[in-house]
């Protein structure tokens, strides 16, 4: 069993990717620029953003953090989207989510010029992903990508089941793994909460994604022997035993699965690190204008 | 074994949509407008657009068919495709595909209003499809899912192979199927040319939908008994029988299949049928304003 190190992975790319930063401004070209912007104090979004900015610093991008109070208006806030669409300097954005309900987060996300959209969520950038075209994929499912490739996973012809079908993490890997590309060309099922016979289906899976959100769902029983296992699932739970007063779960029973497995990813320690490192490419992406000319 | 009768639907919905027009022109409301644009002489595309023109005429729309030659500049083509964006009269419109080699069609397609793209071929639209959001539909999956809705066929739970990936067929009517919707909460699978075992995928599904295009490829044994069978497969070979000179040829060998089955279509008859009354279905939402206020 070999495991799948989130941790060692996104360690590396941030090296290339700071290697990179340092090679553009070498010749002159600006840095690439992040702006986050966040409403309101919910604790898990101020670690979040906290951690994108910090990881920009360790890459040598600049960052803009712009925060609001939870009551602003949507349309200040879709206001500071267009400015931001304008800022020349500004390569790329994120909008931190959720957003308060009083704001449709569907309208702020269509508010965001797809060439600045490195969060991936536009309608724009998920269907021309769809249509294989070159497009911002968002972090969770273009690090599990990243991750199969760097550990060179043969998914080609491979069954693949994905367990889950949100729009953010289910829906996309999907899409992206039964593409015609490499990796890809996976036979993928898409599974959710209406399927039947959910069992056999991942036991019948070379490789298999879950990404449900249901603290332990996928046992040793469901796994077949060789099998790749990613789990995407990060539930956070209260513990006595941590530092913090709470641990995170992964999807997937760990400690009886990996013994079957021929790959698969800890929780924390998996995919969840390589999310950070996803938005960062595609900021250095939307820096050297690679997708929209 | 039922046969679902895409001449008969498709008739039905033409005559709903006619009533609807008369209602709108009863109310004083505009009289719903589909361009298309076709460039050069292809036999196939001629008939095409011919067909939509004449189903316009149908139902009460107004048509207008602009024609290029086939040495047309893109940048002029371009221009026709923002003039079209502009004219209020127009409610959609449409780029008759294939083009010429030297024009590309993606940035034809992606020069579309979203609002007039009754095609449904806009990144846009396909990734507010992939997002449950309203969008227009391109026509052949569109037509599946009515089809699937007026026979009143039960998908939610059902296992549903699709053979072939095509962007305007395979991909998304996977999508649709596995949605969370009615017709849709299917576990779907999507195979493709890599795809190992595939007949005995195809064997294992309650639903299966043959989009490959390649004649007569699922025979008897690949199907299970009371299948759903749709079969998108058009591929037009010569025929010393017919008088065109023609004859249409589906995936299946109906035949052999049929008998199998609960519910089956016919090639020609079947999903065919349905693709131009998708179109002036797209047209009328969008004279209505339905999906983009």
Redesign the interface.
């Known amino acids: 069993m070999q495991l799948i190190d989130g941790k060692k992975i996104s360690a590396e790319i941030k090296v290339e990717i700071a290697r990179e930063v340092q090679q553009l401004k070498d010749r002159g070209c600006k840095t690439p620029h992040l702006a986050a912007v966040l409403v309101g104090h919910d604790g898990a979004s101020e670690t979040y953003v906290a951690g994108k900015v910090k990881a920009c610093e360790e890459v040598g991008f600049k960052s803009t953090l712009i925060r609001y109070e939870s009551d602003i208006d949507e349309s200040t806030l879709l206001n500071t989207v267009h400015e931001l669409n304008r800022n020349e300097d500004i390569d790329g954005f994120i909008v931190q989510l959720p957003l308060p309900d009083h704001i449709s987060e569907?309208k702020v996300i269509e508010a965001i010029d797809p060439r600045k959209d490195v969060d991936g969520f536009?309608?724009?950038?998920?269907?021309?992903m769809?249509?294989?075209?070159p497009a911002f994929i968002s972090a969770t499912p273009a690090g599990i990508m990243e991750l199969i490739k760097r550990y060179g996973i043969q998914t080609?012809?491979k069954?693949c089941v994905v367990v889950g079908?949100s729009?953010i993490v289910g829906?996309?890997i999907?899409?992206l793994l039964?593409?015609?590309a490499d990796p890809g060309?996976?036979?993928?099922?898409?599974?959710?909460s209406?399927?039947?016979n959910l069992d056999d289906?991942v036991r019948a899976s070379d490789i298999v994604i879950a990404a449900l959100g249901k603290p332990g769902f996928v046992t040793a029983g469901m796994v077949k022997e060789g099998a790749v296992v990613i789990d995407v699932g990060i539930t956070r739970v209260k513990s006595d035993v941590t530092k913090s007063g709470w641990k995170l779960l992964g999807d997937v029973r760990f400690d009886e699965v990996a013994p079957k497995c021929s790959y698969i990813t800890p929780v924390p320690g998996g995919v969840g690190l390589m999310t950070i490192v996803s938005l960062l490419k595609n900021t250095l992406i939307a820096a050297k204008h690679e997708i929209y000319p």
């Open positions: 569907q536009h309608p724009v950038n998920l269907g021309r769809v249509l294989g075209l080609s012809g069954s079908r729009n829906k996309p999907s899409i039964s593409q015609k060309d996976a036979t993928v099922t898409l599974c959710h209406r399927t039947r289906v």
